[in-house]
């Protein structure tokens, strides 16, 4: 029955808007209807509920509702009926059209209305015809989506005079379901029930699915033929829908990688340095992200939800500028010699590490979803995730963004030019050292935003960072060096390929064989995907 | 002169490095013990053609042939290098952290393999070579210095000898001139023409000094392709020629 | 014959470490075993161990001079060699265990009893006899390290490229070794070690025998690191490393020099991984970390690369500081680590044997020409 109690609920709390508008008169013409309740056997309560039902009042329902339950008692001395709710060592009487509080009782001086199971039933029934014919569509949909649960065989008749009179196409779609999902538990005829497949089929998720398996089992004929080949139909669907969600799983890590890989593709791809620290600007940005939650959670909790949005420019400029420092303090004396830079960034990637270790303590720090970044959505078989999608959105942008600064303004013009012909540039009048100090910012600063993003859907520790940096390299190195486009392609190509591998070999096993499928990449194509193929240059 | 007679032999090569088109059909055949001089401007498509002889470029198309049978295009550097073409870079490349001793003992032919030269004990013979090249390309009191150490001119020498040293069929130099005073120059000029008297020599160069030094059969690439061919007064006077230097 | 190869490049640097090492192999656990425990004089039981460590860090850093410093490979995965050699190890140490795990079982070691297996696997048939597994510390490594170098090699993957891969390559055999299902007890790897040839691995006598071996094996190395370094075929190597496209011109096949040097360096770090195992009682996936293997170079640089010598002293100097620090001021040692590669990359590009001589060579007033007459010295590789 808990179906029925949380669509009730449901109801109560739609009606308790709508219910405002029906007028008190309207109320008080049902109140004999509902006092005759009091009198009469079984049969005579089975009609009584019957004429409630066609009042098609949605005030009826909770009164049925307790009816079913057993809460409603009527008052000995006044025969008048009550919805009730044991309160010490009586009763409290609650009005059963107004809800009004209307008193106490002992219980001596009230009666139960007895219900038995045929009684059940029709209340059952009537609640479902009172609730598919409320003026409320969504209630009415939550009601048809009751009965496609239930599986009632009992509601076909009012989902029938339901179907007649629904003028919204959404819904009269669920009540056809659920009228196909009673045809089928009822002895109904052939073509009935062949119908009733059809309109399952047509549905084509989980739900109608187990309900059309459990169906074949006991089926015959070309009932059975039928029930088959819906299924068979269902699957495909549903294996159509299985790779769309891998798919965007896929892109969601992909964007995950994304934001992790743009930052290096700057430092790494254009400029040629090894960061191995650049994991650490993510770690820091998700940690300026903490620290903006705190600072709001202290003294501005109202902001919270912009929580996030301070955290972006604020994260930007500390990445950025811990990045300048490193460049203008290690990296500039390093320049040309790869694999030396790679060792002293490592060190420094230590020395972060280590100093938000101490500063913050070795644990995870809790860092909250803004209220626009929690719950789901559904689109179709699909269930999608607020923050995942706002962090894909948040990638691409942030992608668009770069290419916009790289390609459009003299910034970007500067840094192609330094990074193609340092002397010529220099010789310009291009201030080569400030460009590369602003660059590596640029890259840091992304880095930096990639951490707020990610503080979204990751552990907010000192180790935050090393997770990311070997798989941000494979992606930078995958898509090839210097091209951001193939920055992009393999980001998002790694992480599908991950998502559609996982099923069939295990999280683990499946980023192992991503590891060796890039290490075999690399063989064939060693200079990435979208590699610039150019003039032989000198030995 | 035919494909089995020639000892290079380069027939309609082509090579492109994204839509840029750095050889465009080029054809070019080298007889056993002919010296020949490449010029043209830059661009022309000459470090390209020793990048496609020597297996670091593959072509596109055609048909390059070492000896008349064997085909380089299916053959990596290391062994193009064993089959017999030697070759000088444009910058001087010499093992810089070897002494000049080492850069020689390393360029001398020997068994290439990991193992015997594991296993290498230097013979007598080799000691003498060694002598000899050392005094060929006057370095003989710099034998233990580091070639880091050298002079740019004593680097060119010395990638010389190391070419001498790996004494092949052919050599292949690449601007042996760039960055030498004249005096150097003239001398180099006269080294190359002793070793053609024993070698096969392809030299590129820019300095017409040099090319007129040599005296011999000038070949003018321009835009990946043969413009003239003859002796040099013969190519200077070839008004497409003198089109491409002056840009006209 | 190979006696003479072995010996026939001995120099006084070499001579002295020799000398010394010699010395610390009879002298360590004659202390330790001869001298009573009061004397002033004796090292105790945990010493030998720690330096026992110590020596096998340094076989690993040897290992790995031996390709950066000679032929220009940053290794940053060879953690995976020394610990495939490890796990080698521990197979054999484990199956020595016999009937006394805590299930009893005389041959399924506990793991696998725990995790309901019925059958020892495979690749675990032979490990009870250490020829067989003192054969896999070599092969296991050897194999990998073939496989893996015939690849990146043979397509000429270098420099940072190949850095990042063999991180990758030490990263996915980390995930790997985590699966409880691939057999080498997942997370908690492979301890609980009894006995090791018949010895009780806990004994004083076994951690001396221990020490002396790995002090025998670093020796030994070194002989064959320095054979192959100043032989014809090291000269190819710094020829590769200096300039590697004008080596193949010269008709050198580099992938070839590139796969020897390579295959025998993960060797060596498999007999060091398979000495490190018996001294620390565990192994575990955590040795594959890329971290570690990071820190590896970090060791040969510091005492400077391409000298071998060099990679000896930094291996043990740094661990000596870390196990002092992670003792007394455990907040410091990642800031000193980290503070160590950019200082050293930064100032002491030739390590603090490049500074010796600097210091020795201005001290005798000679000018640095001679440093030549040492032949190969450490030049940047780029």
New interface residues.
């Given amino acids: 029955m808990s179906f029925l109690k949380s669509f009730l609920l449901l109801l109560c709390l739609l009606t308790g808007f709508s219910g405002a508008v029906i007028a008190q008169e309207d109320l008080e013409s049902l109140r004999p209807l509902v006092n005759a309740l009091a009198e009469g056997k079984f049969k005579e309560t089975e009609q009584q509920v019957a004429d409630l039902a066609a009042t098609g009042n949605p005030a009826v329902a909770p009164l049925l509702e307790a009816l079913g339950n057993g809460d409603l008692q009527f008052r000995k001395s006044d025969k008048a009926v009550f919805i009730t709710r044991s309160a010490g060592k009586g009763y409290q009487l609650i009005d059963p059209l107004t809800h009004e509080v209307a008193g106490e009782a002992s219980r001596s001086e009230v009666t139960k209305i007895k219900v038995n199971n045929g009684l059940r039933r029709s209340i059952r029934a009537a609640l479902g015809s009172l609730t598919l014919m409320a003026k409320d569509p969504d209630v009415r949909k939550t009601a048809a989506a009751a009965i496609f649960k239930a599986k009632d065989p009992e509601a076909i008749e009012s989902l029938d005079t339901a179907i007649a009179k629904e003028s919204d196409d959404d819904v009269r779609l669920v009540m056809e379901q659920a009228r196909a999902a009673a045809v089928l538990n009822s002895d109904g005829g052939d073509a009935d029930r062949l119908e009733a497949i059809d309109v399952l089929a047509s549905m084509g998720n989980r739900d109608a699915l187990s309900l059309l398996t459990g169906f074949a089992a006991s089926a015959e004929g070309e009932q059975k033929a039928a029930a088959d080949k819906a299924i068979t139909r269902i699957n495909k669907s549903l294996a159509l829908w299985g790779n769309a969600q891998n798919i965007w799983y896929g892109v969601s890590l992909g964007s995950v990688l994304l934001l992790a890989a743009i930052g290096l593709a700057i430092t790494f791809g254009v400029m040629g340095v090894i960061n191995m620290a650049h994991g650490e600007m993510v770690m820091i940005g998700a940690y300026v992200t903490f620290m903006v939650q705190e600072m709001i959670r202290s003294s501005a909790p109202w902001l919270f939800d912009y929580s996030l949005l301070i955290a972006l420019p604020l994260a930007f400029v500390i990445s950025g500028g811990i990045g300048m420092a490193i460049e203008r303090g290690v990296i500039r004396w390093l320049y040309g010699r790869p694999l030396e830079t790679l060792l002293a960034t490592w060190g420094i990637s230590l020395m972060l590490q280590q100093a938000v270790r101490s500063i913050f303590g070795p644990t995870n720090q809790e860092v909250g979803n803004p209220s626009w970044m929690s719950g789901a959505f559904e689109l179709g078989q699909l269930t999608i995730t607020y923050n995942r999608m706002w962090i894909i959105v948040f990638a691409l942008l942030v992608f668009a963004g770069l290419m916009l600064v790289l390609k459009k303004t003299p910034f970007g013009l500067f840094t192609r030019a330094v990074t193609q012909n340092r002397r010529m540039a220099a010789s310009m009048g291009i201030r080569t050292p400030w460009i590369d100090a602003l660059t590596f910012g640029l890259g840091s600063g992304i880095a930096g935003i990639a951490g707020v993003a990610l503080s979204q859907i990751d552990n907010v520790s000192p180790n935050l960072g090393q997770g990311y940096i070997i798989d941000s390299f494979m992606v930078v190195v995958f898509g090839g060096v210097g091209n951001l486009w193939g920055t992009l392609v393999g980001a998002m190509t790694l992480g599908v390929v991950n998502k559609f591998l996982e099923p069939y070999a295990g999280a683990v096993l499946g980023k192992i064989l991503v590891l060796v499928f890039i290490i075999l990449f690399i063989q064939k194509r060693p200079r990435g995907l979208f590699a610039l193929k150019g003039r032989a240059v000198e030995a | 002169m035919t494909r089995q007679s020639s000892l290079l032999y380069l027939d309609g090569v082509s090579v492109s490095f994204d839509g840029f088109k750095a050889l465009n059909e080029l054809s070019l055949v080298i007889a056993p013990g002919e010296m020949r001089a490449i010029i043209g401007p830059n661009g022309a498509g000459k470090t390209t053609m020793m990048d496609v002889i020597t297996g670091k470029t593959k072509p596109d198309s055609g048909e390059v042939y070492f000896n008349g049978v064997v085909d380089l295009t299916g053959e990596d550097e290391a062994s193009i290098a064993e089959l017999g073409i030697g070759r000088k870079f444009q910058k001087p490349t010499v093992f810089e952290s070897h002494t000049v001793w080492d850069n020689l003992e390393l360029a001398l032919k020997a068994p290439r393999g990991p193992f015997s030269t594991l296993f290498h004990i230097i013979s007598g013979g080799e000691k003498t070579r060694i002598e000899e090249l050392l005094a060929l390309i006057r370095l003989s009191d710099k034998r233990n210095e580091l070639a880091a150490n050298l002079s740019h001119g004593q680097k060119q020498w010395l990638e010389i000898g190391m070419l001498l040293a790996q004494d092949p069929k052919l050599l292949l130099v690449d601007e042996p001139a760039a960055g030498m005073t004249d005096a150097e120059t003239m001398e180099t000029a006269e080294l190359l023409k002793d070793i053609a008297r024993t070698h096969s020599v392809v030299v590129v160069e820019h300095d017409m000094h040099f090319i007129r030094a040599l005296g011999v059969k000038v070949t003018c690439l321009a835009e990946g392709s043969v413009l003239a061919e003859g002796s040099l007064d013969h190519v200077s006077a070839n008004e497409r020629v003198v089109e491409v230097y002056l840009g006209r | 014959m190979m006696t003479s ?1 072995l010996f026939r490049t001995l120099d006084a640097r070499a001579g002295i470490f020799i000398g010394l090492m010699l010395a610390a192999i009879i002298l360590v656990p004659a202390l330790n075993l001869l001298v009573p425990e009061g004397s002033t004089f004796h090292v105790p039981t945990y010493a030998v161990t720690l330096m026992g460590k110590y020596l096998t860090y340094a076989l690993l850093a040897l290992s790995v001079d031996l390709v950066w410093g000679y032929c220009g490979i ?1 290794s940053l995965g060879h953690g995976a060699f020394f610990a495939l050699g490890g796990y080698a190890m521990g197979m054999y140490l484990m199956r020595q265990i016999g009937t006394r795990g805590v299930y009893g079982d005389p041959i399924l070691p506990d793991f696998m009893v725990f995790l309901n297996w019925k059958e020892l696997p495979w690749y675990w048939y032979g490990f009870d006899m250490f020829p067989f597994a003192a054969l896999i510390v070599l092969l296991a490594p050897g194999i990998l390290a073939f496989v ?1 170098g015939w ?2 090699f ?4 270098t ?3 190949l ?3 063999t ?3 030490t ?2 055999l980390l ?2 070794f ?2 409880n299902d691939m057999g080498f007890g997942g997370n908690n790897g492979l301890t609980d070690f009894k006995d090791i040839l018949g010895f009780d691995i806990q004994a004083g006598t076994t951690r001396a025998g221990l020490f002396a071996a790995s002090g025998l094996a670093l020796v030994v190395c070194f002989l064959i690191c320095r054979a ?1 370094t100043r ?3 090291g ?2 190597l ?2 590769v ?3 590697e ?10 992938e ?2 590139k796969l ?1 040097v390579w295959t025998l360096s993960a060797m060596m770090a498999g007999i060091a991984g398979a000495l490190y195992v018996p001294q620390v009682g565990i192994i575990n996936p955590g040795e594959f970390a ?2 570690n293997s ?1 820190e590896v ?2 060791w040969v ?1 510091v005492g400077g690369r391409g000298t071998l010598v060099g990679a000896v002293l930094g291996a043990i100097l740094v661990n000596f500081s870390k196990t002092w620090f992670t003792a007394a001021l455990p ?1 410091i ?3 000193a ?6 200082v ?3 100032f002491l ?1 030739k390590g603090l044997l490049g500074l010796m001589d600097k210091g020795w060579s201005a001290l005798r007033r000679r000018p640095a ?1 001679d440093t ?2 040492h ?8």
């Fill in positions: 190869f940053l893996f690849f990146a043979r397509s000429r993957v420099g940072v490229y850095s990042i891969i991180q990758a390559l990263y996915a995930l790997a985590f699966r192959v032989s014809k075929l000269k190819v710094v020829a490393r200096d300039a496209s004008r080596t193949r011109f010269l008709g050198y096949r580099v070839h020099y020897f890329p971290a990071i170079v970090i640089a907040e040692w990642l800031f680590l980290g503070g160590l590669f950019v050293v990359t930064l590009p020409k030549a007459a032949g190969a010295e450490p030049q940047p590789a780029e």
